[in-house]
């Protein structure tokens, strides 16, 4: 019922910037959580950034002072804005989203949504 809808990946060389969007069907903003994860090595996802419906943040270490996750409900839209870009960066980047107070600002417990995910390639 949910649906999550990734753009804005692409190829960018390192230091370069990229801004992803996430555009949500159904009223997945009335929900408590919304993030940017990316696939592992260990073909794992990990938490990029979250930020749940009162405005509450978490970053992974690597993207802190980095990246800016942000919500436009008029849009029903969720950005990640990346700059300083590192091939460590290099990822296939999923939208996820949680309707469940426990997920708190994402990477607690698995979402309960996920989007299909976007390549981001940076180049050294």
């Known amino acids: 019922q949910v649906q999550l809808v990734e753009s804005g990946g692409g190829l960018v060389q390192a230091g370069g910037s990229l801004r992803l969007s996430c555009a949500a069907s159904g009223s997945i903003f009335s929900f408590h959580a919304m993030g940017w994860y990316r696939q592992t090595p260990g073909n794992q996802r990990a938490l990029v950034a979250g930020i749940t419906s009162t405005g509450i943040t978490n970053y992974a270490d690597s993207a802190k002072g980095r990246f800016t996750i942000s919500r436009d409900n008029a849009k029903n839209t969720v950005y990640l804005q990346m700059s300083s870009l590192k091939p460590e960066d290099t990822s296939v980047y999923y939208c996820?989203?949680?309707?469940?107070?426990?997920?708190?600002?994402?990477?607690?417990?698995?979402?309960?949504?996920w989007g299909q995910g976007t390549q981001v390639t940076v180049s050294s």
């Open positions: 996820a989203a949680d309707y469940r107070q426990a997920a708190q600002a994402m990477g607690v417990i698995p979402p309960a949504y």
